[in-house]
Nanobody
């Protein structure tokens, strides 16, 4: 079993930056794909970014590509989401999650373990 804890959310002005972190328990973290998702009020949870187990492959939602960067440190059991040039429409609760796949997958239903989420609010 994997437990995930997100941190780093907060309130930021449009154009600003935040760095989210996801800390994982368990010795199998390095075998999982890590995904970042977000959910705004009244909307479905959506894929933001994902990274393969070894970190060699990443994927991004078109809305964040070029602004967000996902990374991981398997030695420390952590994953990060660097968010730059933030926009009000990035406001949401952000979740990290893990999946057992050989490639980055985007469907939330394919992810087994989830963190509790961290709020990101971008003011205009």
């Amino acid at each position: 079993q994997v437990q995930l804890v997100e941190s780093g959310g907060g309130l930021v002005q449009a154009g600003g930056s935040l760095r989210l972190s996801c800390a994982a328990s368990g010795r199998t973290f390095s075998t999982y794909v890590v995904g970042w998702f977000r959910q705004a009020p009244g909307k479905q949870r959506e894929f933001v970014a994902g990274i393969s187990s070894g970190g060699a492959s990443t994927d991004y939602a078109p809305s964040v590509k070029g602004r967000f960067t996902i990374s991981r440190d398997n030695a420390k059991n952590t994953a990060q989401l660097q968010m730059n040039s933030l926009k009000p429409e990035d406001t949401a609760v952000y979740y990290c999650a893990t999946a057992v796949y050989a490639i980055v997958v985007k469907a939330p239903t394919l992810y087994r373990y989830w963190g509790q989420g961290t709020q990101v609010t971008v003011s205009s």
